[in-house]
Structures are given as C-alpha cells and as structure tokens.
C-alpha cells in the first residue's frame, strides 16, 4: 500500500517562508511525476507545481519566482520552499504523485497541510 505524507505547514505573517515536505512509501516501483496543490475552501483545487523524475519543473504564474519545487528520489520525497508567502496563499497544501507499482500506475495524494499566511 502506498501512502503519502505531508508535513510542514503552519502559520506565518507575510513575507516570510516555509517548506513543505511529502514522504512517499510502500510498494514504489517509480515516481515519474511528483506535484503540490492547494485548496481554499468553495474553490477547485489548483496545481502550484510539478517535477518529473527528470527535475523539469512547472508552476503556477502566481507563485513564480517565490516557490521553488524539488524532490529526491532517492528518498522517494518531495519538497515545496515557499518565499515571500502572501496572504492568498492559504489554502490546504496536497501532495500528489504518479507511482508504478511494477505492475500498474495510479495517482496517489497526502492527506493535506494548512498553510495560514496572516499577521
């Protein structure tokens, strides 16, 4: 059984920084794709970012140039350092990742971390 599990969200006044991390176990074959998305409640949830197994890396317009998404994969993890967070940055944080077993492939998500911006 694959599971995901996200830590590092909190409360922090604007401008500062905080890093999320998301530990992938179980039956992992490999990780083709790792990503963060975020939900504000009444809202669809939205992708911030994404990496490949390759380190190619996307994100949201909005949070270009603040956010930095990595991953090691080695260690089956996946890391979001988020700079200069504002205050429509809240949301719950999800990690999402694409893992093959050996046999198959499916998406898997974390169970979610609170990010609060405000003074």
């Known amino acids: 059984q694959v599971q995901l599990v996200e830590s590092g969200g909190g409360l922090v006044p604007p401008g500062e920084s905080l890093r999320l991390s998301c530990a992938a176990s179980g039956s992992i074959f490999s990780i083709p794709n790792m990503a963060w998305y975020r939900q504000t409640p009444g809202k669809q949830r939205e992708l911030v970012a994404s990496?490949?197994?390759?380190?190619?890396?996307d994100y949201l317009y909005s949070v270009k140039g603040r956010f930095t998404i990595s991953r090691d994969n080695a260690k089956n993890m996946v890391y979001l350092q988020m700079n200069s967070l504002k205050p429509e940055d809240t949301a719950v944080y999800y990690c999402n990742a694409g893992i093959h077993d050996g046999s198959s492939w499916r998406a898997y998500w974390g169970q979610g971390t609170q990010v609060t911006v405000s003074s």
């Open positions: 990496i490949t197994s390759g380190g190619h890396t």
